[in-house]
């Protein structure tokens, strides 16, 4: 049964025009190369987010936080190198960073040099410039406001409800008994 359903799917249209389109442009291989790179990411990213907010050995008061961080990281990521990655993958940036880092170079043949330098400059540049350096500071201040503004908001309002039967007597009560 896998195996049948294997060979639809690698036998189907899409996939063969798919590859032909992938085998003729190396932007389009980049980029592909970065999408496949970033659905990963985003599936890495939720399953964490999942995983945390049912993570009995995170105390229950950072449990928000560290979970509202693994969702904005992944969010990020995503955005990032989505944008970094096809930035790179232009034949127009390419053509500058080769022409600054091989001018000089000789290759047996250039066409396949380029070719292999566009996908690793897209996938190796997004990765590390978005995800390792960009992200860190983007993603933390977003996790505090996504985590103040939507997982702690059911928290914030059983507390302000709680503080409206505070009342004058019981306050002085309580000063009192200190």
């Known amino acids: 049964m896998t195996i049948n359903l294997l060979n639809k799917i690698t036998n189907s249209?899409?996939?063969?025009?798919?590859?032909?389109?992938?085998?003729?442009d190396d932007t389009f291989a980049a980029k592909t190369?970065?999408?496949?790179?970033?659905?990963?990411?985003?599936?890495?990213?939720?399953?964490?987010?999942?995983?945390?907010?049912k993570n009995e050995e995170i105390p229950?008061?950072?449990?928000?936080?560290?979970?509202s961080m693994d969702l904005m990281s992944g969010i990020v990521t995503a955005v990032l190198q989505l944008g970094v990655g096809y930035s790179l993958a232009n034949p127009k940036i390419q053509n500058k960073i080769w022409d600054k880092l091989f001018k000089t170079c000789e290759f047996k043949d250039i066409t396949?040099?380029?070719?292999?330098?566009s996908q690793i400059l897209a996938l190796i540049g997004s990765t590390i410039l978005a995800e390792r350096i960009l992200v860190p500071l983007i993603a933390t201040p977003?996790?505090?406001?996504?985590e103040k503004k939507v997982l702690h908001h059911e928290t914030a309002k059983r507390n302000i409800n709680n503080f409206n039967f505070v009342s004058m007597e019981n306050f002085e009560k309580n000063i009192t008994k200190q």
């Open 60 to 67: 229950e008061e950072k449990r928000p936080f560290v979970a």
């Open 112 to 117: 396949k040099a380029k070719k292999g330098f």
């Open 13 to 24: 249209e899409f996939i063969n025009k798919h590859i032909n389109h992938t085998i003729k």
């Open 142 to 146: 977003c996790a505090e406001q996504f």
């Open 33 to 53: 190369l970065v999408t496949i790179n970033v659905a990963k990411d985003v599936f890495a990213y939720g399953t964490r987010f999942k995983t945390t907010m």
